[in-house]
C-alpha cells in the first residue's frame, strides 16, 4: 500500500498558476506510475495527467483539456509527484486527487489505480 498526501491547492484568478504537490511513502519502491485526477461537483472523477517511469527516463500523460497548461513532473528523491498548472480557467475547478500503485489497465481510468490521496480543492474564479 502506498500513502498520499497532497498539497498546494487554493483559490486563483482566471489565467493564474498553482502547484500541486503530491508526497508518496509506503511500498513506494513497487512503484513505476503516478497520476492526478480531478472531480468537479456532479461529475465523474476523470483523468487530467500522469507519469511513468523506467531507470532514468520517464513519460507523460495528459488529458486535451489540459495539454499545454498543465506539466506533471516528479522529484524521484523524495518520492514526490507535482503537478504545475498554468493559465487556470474557470472549468479546472474540482477536487484534485493524487493516484499511485498501478495495477493494470490504461493510466487514463481511474481504476487502473489503487492508492488515493485525500484530494486539494483547486478554486478558480473568473
Do not use: H
Request: overall charge positive; proline content about 2%.
Amino acid at each position: 500500500q502506498v500513502q498520499l498526501v497532497e498539497s498546494g491547492g487554493g483559490l486563483v484568478q482566471a489565467g493564474g498558476s498553482l502547484r500541486l504537490s503530491c508526497a508518496a511513502s509506503g511500498r513506494t519502491s513497487s512503484s513505476y506510475a503516478m497520476g492526478w485526477f480531478r472531480q468537479a461537483p456532479g461529475k465523474e472523477r476523470e483523468f487530467v495527467a500522469a507519469i511513468s517511469w523506467s531507470g532514468g527516463i520517464s513519460w507523460t500523460y495528459y488529458a486535451d483539456s489540459v495539454k499545454g497548461r498543465f506539466t506533471i513532473s516528479r522529484e524521484k528523491g523524495k518520492n514526490t509527484v507535482y503537478l504545475q498548472m498554468n493559465s487556470l480557467k474557470s472549468e479546472d475547478t474540482a477536487v484534485y486527487y493524487c493516484a499511485a500503485d498501478f495495477r493494470s489497465g490504461s493510466y487514463y481510468s481511474p481504476t487502473a489505480f489503487g492508492s488515493w490521496g485525500q484530494g486539494t480543492q483547486v478554486t478558480v474564479s473568473s
